[in-house]
């Protein structure tokens, strides 16, 4: 496998939304690429399509969504029945057997909400069994097996009472703990996290987040890391791609990111974040102006009735392009026309 | 789960207890008695008053006594003997009238459950999964005209159409010939000819209602990130809905056993009179009118009991169904 080449690679994907009310543009021209073992965050405020961007890649969108436009390329794994050829999971029927190997084998997932993503009338153990018997046929241990295997590497000191417990009697890290189990479980090469700490508190989060690290490491896959939480992404991410209003604004890997920010969006909200060090909270301030709502998108450049930096005529005219086209190392892509 | 089922069964005994006491104020209280409406019906028709017959009666009862007596009198000879009283009216042991007629309306429950369940589980997920097609829709309209025609209505229809197109009479539960045959198979063939119009009738509103309620549980249960992690781990879409959104969107159709006796003896009298059935309701709103006081003692004692069981049975059901419920969280 190359390094080099993604394993997952979306191409200025839409997925909107047709409801009485109108149309929601929930992901409206993003564009992605995820490579092996690496660690992609994907920062944003509420609403912006951070889920449905996730969700339309595992085709388990809502009912109203499609997706209308774009590519998500991916590599399927060389010793599976894909033989490491390149599918396109736009065009595979989301209920089919093809789109079916891929979740939870090829891409695993989990969820914000530990308290609510187990079934609460099965137990822990069967509700992981079932994703083992999905995806590992090809090996001869029993599925019981490589549940209590897992449920240890997640951290749980007594797997084999843990698999019979129900998602009631575990708090909601261990839940957590067992959600990752669930997903780890079919040895998908890339992990979808959507804000899985969110609903934790700091300790069981940091937790989360060093467990998530450690399972990286030992089992190479690639992660992608939906938050809204700046910190978090500086602790867990390789590469970060900043969303606002189903764009991709600026893209670059994390250290270039938060040192040369190039985007009005990303700068402002760099400022908006608290510091421990009281000297630097000085220039704390929230970004001026609200969220369009989601049926008013704003014409050309979506930040633009936000932006300290508008420029009239171009900005509200003409919608930006990621730029640099390639990217380079030291300096971010951004979608914004001051650097057109 | 076994200490949960003792639990609830020991509660029953006093529940049981309580309900009786109620059911025989309640028959109580209307003024008067049976024997008031006979004296009175005597002296109208100018008819010599039977005053041995009188006071052996008052003194069987013990209907000169205070209330808290003739109940205890009426519950012991239930507990110990098994004697439910004499029917005023009929003349006759309340027992022998009672036992057929519940027998009947316990059957008729039972197979307008199974009706319901049958015919609304498979269209409310249907009608779920596919919201807003043109069967949901179809099925929506279908719910709005069963919970809004009256039972006894719905009975006349059904009469009407089978005489007039077919030349069939519907009433009852048997051809006449059949009534007073042993049973046998032939038998069995012409209650089943007969027993559904009754089903239908009076499973139609719940049908619809039970339809409407999975329907709309089962659509908030899709939305749930539990179905939304369970496609993402890669379940089939067909195994995914039954395994995960309809098994906790099923819980009415479980609660809805303890309600459908009481509902079929409140609802159901009515129709049973339109459709000439031997149940309960009947006999039980005569027994009431004419303040036959242990007849009607019995049948709301029976029924309210039946009722009772139903509830019982949903609950166990409903605690082996869900482990929060059996855990007691
Ligand atoms: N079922 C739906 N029907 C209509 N619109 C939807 C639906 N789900 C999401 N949207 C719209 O899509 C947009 C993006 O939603 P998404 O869930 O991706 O946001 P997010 O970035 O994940 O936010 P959060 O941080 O709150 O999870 C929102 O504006 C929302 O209004
Ligand atoms: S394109 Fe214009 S409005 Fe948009 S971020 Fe850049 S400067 Fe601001
Ligand atoms: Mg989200």
Same mark, same amino acid.
């Given at each position: *496998?190359?390094?080099?080449?993604?394993?997952?690679?979306?191409?200025?994907? =839409?997925?909107? #939304?047709?409801?009485?009310?109108?149309?929601?543009?929930?992901?409206?021209?993003?564009?992605?690429?995820?490579?092996?073992?690496?660690?992609?965050?994907?920062?944003?405020?509420?609403?912006?399509?951070? &889920?449905? +961007?996730?969700?339309?890649?595992?085709?388990?969108?809502?009912?109203?969504? %499609?997706?209308?436009?774009?590519?998500?390329?991916?590599?399927?794994?060389?010793?599976?029945?894909?033989?490491?050829?390149?599918?396109?999971?736009?065009?595979?029927?989301?209920?089919?057997?093809?789109?079916?190997?891929?979740?939870?084998?090829?891409?695993?997932?989990?969820?914000?909400?530990? $308290?609510?993503? #187990? &079934?609460?009338?099965?137990?822990?153990?069967?509700?992981?069994?079932?994703?083992?018997?999905?995806? =590992?046929?090809?090996?001869?241990?029993?599925?019981?097996?490589?549940?209590?295997?897992?449920?240890?590497?997640?951290?749980?000191?007594?797997?084999?009472?843990?698999?019979? /417990?129900?998602?009631?009697?575990?708090?909601?890290? $261990? %839940?957590?703990?067992? $959600?990752?189990?669930?997903?780890?479980?079919? =040895?998908?090469?890339?992990?979808?996290?959507?804000?899985? +700490?969110?609903?934790?508190?700091? +300790?069981?989060?940091?937790?989360?987040?060093?467990?998530?690290?450690?399972?990286?490491?030992?089992?190479?896959?690639?992660?992608?890391?939906? +938050?809204?939480?700046?910190?978090?992404?500086?602790?867990?991410?390789? /590469?970060?791609?900043? *969303?606002?209003?189903?764009?991709?604004?600026?893209?670059?890997?994390?250290?270039?990111?938060?040192?040369?920010?190039?985007?009005?969006?990303?700068?402002?909200?760099?400022?908006?974040?608290?510091?421990?060090?009281?000297?630097?909270?000085?220039?704390?301030?929230?970004?001026?102006?609200?969220?369009?709502?989601? #049926?008013?998108?704003?014409?050309?450049?979506?930040?633009?009735?936000?932006?300290?930096? #508008? *420029?009239?005529?171009?900005?509200?005219?003409?919608?930006?392009?990621?730029?640099?086209?390639?990217?380079?190392?030291? =300096?971010? %892509?951004?979608?914004?026309?001051?650097?057109? | 789960?076994?200490?949960?089922?003792?639990?609830? !069964?020991?509660?029953? !005994?006093?529940?049981?207890?309580?309900?009786?006491?109620?059911?025989?104020?309640?028959?109580?209280?209307?003024?008067?008695?049976?024997?008031?409406?006979?004296?009175?019906?005597?002296?109208?028709?100018?008819?010599?008053?039977?005053?041995?017959?009188?006071? @052996?009666?008052?003194?069987?009862?013990?209907?000169?006594?205070?209330?808290?007596?003739?109940?205890?009198?009426?519950?012991?000879?239930?507990?110990?003997?098994?004697?439910?009283?004499?029917?005023?009216?009929?003349?006759?042991?309340?027992?022998?009238?009672?036992?057929?007629?519940?027998?009947?309306?316990?059957?008729?429950?039972?197979?307008?459950?199974?009706?319901?369940?049958?015919?609304?589980?498979?269209?409310?997920?249907?009608?779920?999964?596919?919201?807003?097609?043109?069967?949901?829709?179809?099925?929506?309209?279908?719910?709005?005209?069963?919970?809004?025609?009256?039972?006894?209505?719905?009975?006349?229809?059904?009469?009407?159409?089978?005489?007039?197109?077919?030349?069939?009479?519907? @009433?009852?539960?048997?051809?006449?010939?059949?009534?007073?045959?042993?049973?046998?198979?032939?038998?069995?063939?012409?209650?089943?000819?007969?027993?559904?119009?009754?089903?239908?009738?009076?499973?139609?509103?719940?049908?619809?209602?039970? !339809?409407?309620?999975?329907?709309?549980?089962?659509?908030?249960?899709?939305?749930?990130?539990?179905?939304?992690?369970?496609?993402?781990?890669?379940?089939?879409?067909?195994?995914?809905?039954?395994?995960?959104?309809?098994?906790?969107?099923?819980?009415?159709?479980?609660?809805?056993?303890? @309600?459908?006796?009481?509902?079929?003896?409140?609802?159901?009298?009515?129709?049973?009179?339109?459709?000439?059935?031997?149940?309960?309701?009947?006999?039980?709103?005569?027994?009431?009118?004419?303040?036959?006081?242990?007849?009607?003692?019995?049948?709301?004692?029976?029924?309210?009991?039946?009722?009772?069981?139903?509830?019982?049975?949903?609950?166990?059901?409903?605690?082996?169904?869900?482990?929060?419920?059996?855990?007691?969280?």
């Amino acid at each position: *496998m190359d390094a080099d080449q993604p394993l997952l690679e979306i191409r200025d994907l =839409r997925t909107h #939304f047709h409801i009485r009310q109108g149309t929601v543009r929930a992901v409206d021209g993003v564009s992605l690429s995820v490579f092996p073992g690496q660690t992609l965050a994907i920062v944003g405020e509420s609403g912006c399509g951070k &889920s449905i +961007t996730a969700q339309s890649i595992l085709r388990i969108l809502p009912r109203a969504g %499609r997706i209308e436009h774009g590519h998500i390329h991916l590599q399927l794994s060389a010793g599976g029945p894909g033989r490491g050829e390149i599918v396109d999971l736009v065009g595979l029927n989301p209920k089919g057997s093809a789109m079916r190997e891929i979740r939870g084998g090829e891409i695993g997932m989990i969820f914000q909400e530990p $308290m609510s993503t #187990f &079934s609460p009338v099965y137990t822990i153990g069967h509700q992981i069994a079932e994703a083992a018997r999905l995806h =590992r046929t090809a090996d001869d241990i029993e599925p019981r097996e490589l549940v209590l295997d897992m449920l240890a590497h997640v951290g749980f000191a007594h797997p084999d009472r843990t698999w019979s /417990q129900y998602p009631h009697e575990l708090s909601g890290g $261990m %839940r957590q703990r067992a $959600m990752i189990a669930m997903a780890l479980i079919g =040895r998908p090469r890339i992990l979808i996290a959507d804000e899985p +700490t969110t609903a934790l508190d700091v +300790t069981t989060e940091a937790q989360i987040l060093r467990l998530m690290k450690g399972l990286q490491a030992e089992f190479g896959m690639a992660i992608i890391f939906i +938050t809204h939480d700046l910190g978090v992404v500086a602790r867990m991410a390789d /590469q970060v791609a900043v *969303m606002y209003l189903g764009n991709i604004v600026e893209q670059g890997d994390v250290d270039t990111v938060f040192h040369a920010p190039r985007h009005p969006y990303l700068k402002a909200l760099l400022r908006s974040v608290p510091r421990l060090d009281p000297a630097e909270n000085i220039g704390l301030e929230p970004i001026s102006g609200m969220v369009p709502d989601p #049926f008013s998108r704003p014409a050309g450049c979506p930040f633009h009735p936000r932006c300290p930096e #508008f *420029m009239p005529g171009t900005c509200d005219t003409a919608v930006p392009q990621l730029l640099p086209a390639v990217a380079e190392p030291g =300096r971010t %892509r951004a979608a914004c026309h001051l650097y057109t | 789960m076994t200490q949960y089922i003792i639990k609830r !069964i020991l509660l029953f !005994i006093p529940m049981l207890f309580v309900i009786s006491m109620l059911v025989f104020v309640l028959i109580q209280l209307p003024p008067g008695d049976y024997l008031t409406t006979v004296l009175m019906r005597m002296a109208e028709s100018g008819e010599e008053v039977d005053q041995a017959l009188i006071e @052996g009666l008052t003194r069987q009862y013990g209907l000169d006594r205070p209330l808290y007596r003739q109940y205890l009198l009426w519950i012991s000879n239930i507990v110990f003997r098994g004697n439910f009283g004499r029917s005023f009216e009929w003349g006759m042991p309340v027992a022998d009238i009672i036992w057929e007629r519940l027998a009947w309306t316990v059957v008729l429950s039972l197979g307008s459950i199974v009706f319901i369940w049958i015919v609304s589980f498979p269209i409310g997920v249907y009608s779920a999964t596919h919201q807003y097609s043109f069967f949901d829709y179809l099925v929506t309209l279908f719910g709005f005209l069963g919970k809004a025609t009256p039972n006894f209505l719905l009975a006349l229809i059904l009469m009407w159409a089978g005489w007039s197109w077919f030349g069939w009479t519907m @009433g009852g539960l048997f051809s006449p010939e059949y009534q007073r045959e042993a049973w046998s198979w032939a038998k069995f063939v012409d209650l089943l000819k007969h027993l559904w119009v009754p089903l239908v009738v009076l499973g139609t509103a719940g049908t619809a209602n039970l !339809i409407r309620i999975l329907r709309s549980n089962l659509l908030d249960e899709l939305e749930k990130p539990y179905v939304q992690a369970a496609r993402a781990k890669g379940v089939s879409e067909f195994k995914l809905i039954w395994k995960y959104p309809v098994r906790i969107a099923i819980n009415p159709f479980i609660s809805g056993i303890g @309600g459908v006796l009481p509902e079929l003896i409140s609802g159901a009298a009515i129709v049973s009179i339109v459709l000439s059935l031997p149940t309960t309701g009947p006999v039980m709103l005569n027994a009431l009118l004419s303040q036959d006081m242990y007849l009607a003692g019995s049948f709301l004692l029976m029924l309210a009991t039946l009722a009772l069981i139903g509830t019982l049975i949903s609950d166990i059901l409903l605690a082996l169904l869900d482990p929060r419920i059996r855990q007691g969280v």
